[in-house]
């Protein structure tokens, strides 16, 4: 029996009853080692919903990154997208909740600084590239090479408090960059959203046909999870030249293409491969990289085709 990539009801693979009310009950859900998660109180209604959505109310603006892969960009096309939006002077922040492979305070140049805790809640660290609102748990550990070995219940609590207890004030948009897969930390933060609608996911991949495999999945979740999809960016598909800036195929292709044909859903650019960015060791500074990146001048068109997709969240 052959099947889609990513086709895995086809084999007769149950869904996983995550955010339903047979969440840890579920026939499927023996011997699953997220079972106990899911009977925990972190799957019942947050009794600082409240609180936590005041906080998301004063965010115009929210948009998700996800893959379900991971390697394929996701994070530095969070970093130079809210750097594109913070430089048409709105006020924006990001958000990694990539608990166990953190990598915005590099890319947003704050690598070195810590989050502050106030009597207000924690205080992002402000990137000097856009002046950017920014929270991470890279910034909460006490080396850049510490290792984060946590289980699923811990994630959920620490990525909660990131919600409920941070100082955003009021932005036009927030960034929110995702681990890859499926999992606790996507469970969580699209609960913790929903009373707020999130306006949309970004969805990335690479080129090969593996990958699309991979993100198709993504596209599910957001599907089963009623997220807006706001389109489909295929990241390192081929080679800029530093010096003529012609792009050359060096893996294989059509990933995005077959993705947004599959769902029916906008393929937003394709991304070539840029020695500039890659180059970068103290972050992406699109205000120096902009006149000579392709990657950067891509983006900034995709943003102004998303600038005027409607804000579910009032001023």
Known sequence: MSTEPGDLEDVGIQECPADSEEAGCADVCKGCPGRELCLSEVSKPDPEQEIIDTRLRAIKRKILVLSGKGGVGKSSIAAIISQILANDGRRVGILDVDVCGPSIPLLM???????????????????????IKTLSVGSLLSSGSQAVVWRGPRKTALIRRMI??????????????????????????????????????VIVTSPQKLSAGVVSREIKFCQKMAIPILGIIENMSGFCCPCCSDVSPVFSSGAGEYLAKKYDVPLLACLPLDPKLAAAQDGYNIQRLDSDSPVVAILRKVMAKLSDFKCNVAN
């Open 109 to 131: 140049g704050v690598a070195d600084e810590p989050i502050l805790d106030s009597q207000w809640g924690w205080k992002p660290v402000i990137s000097p590239y856009g002046k």
């Open 164 to 201: 409920k207890d941070t100082l955003w004030g009021r932005l036009d948009d927030l960034i929110i960059d995702t681990p890859p897969g499926t999992s606790d930390e996507h469970l969580t933060i699209i609960k913790l959203l929903s009373t707020t609608n999130p306006d949309g996911a």
